[in-house]
Structure formats: structure tokens, C-alpha cells
């Protein structure tokens, strides 16, 4: 379920990121064309994400503290 939410959210994610890429081509005075940005945000939204779901996962699993504990015990 928060892998699923997290691919929602890095869909909402791509836009920002493109937003960011035009402004700095057109501070470069370049004109920009979303073909040239697209994969690239597309990638960057979507990894951020999923990392950030990952994280989430191993954080807030159940038990997870107690077997870090007993790894470093042994």
C-alpha cells in the first residue's frame, strides 16, 4: 500500500521538478522543451519517491528494532 502511495505521489512529483529544469534553462537563456526534460524528471520523481517509501517500510516495520538488537548482541 505505501509503495502504491508512493508511485501516486511520484506522479505529482515529476511537476515540480520540471518546473525547477525550465526555470533554470530559461535562466541559462536557453528556451526550454519538455522533451528534453521529461525522462529525467520522470526518473528523479520516481526514485525519490520509492526510496523515501523503502525507507518508510524498513523504519516502521514491526519487529525490526528487535532483530537489529539481536544482530548486534551475536
Known amino acids: 500500500m505505501i509503495r502504491g ?6 506522479v505529482a512529483t515529476i511537476r515540480p521538478i520540471m518546473g525547477t ?3 533554470a534553462a ?3 537563456g ?5 522533451h528534453e526534460f521529461f525522462g529525467t524528471a520522470f526518473w528523479i520523481g520516481f526514485t525519490l ?3 523515501a517509501a523503502e525507507i518508510w517500510i524498513n523504519h516502521t ?3 525490526a528494532a528487535a ?5 548486534s548482541v551475536e
Open 5 to 10: 502511495y508512493a508511485i501516486g505521489l511520484a
Open 61 to 63: 516495520r514491526p519487529g
Open 26 to 28: 530559461m535562466l541559462r
Open 21 to 23: 529544469f525550465f526555470a
Open 30 to 34: 536557453h528556451r526550454p522543451d519538455p
Open 49 to 51: 519517491q520509492m526510496i
Open 67 to 71: 532483530q537489529t538488537a539481536l544482530a
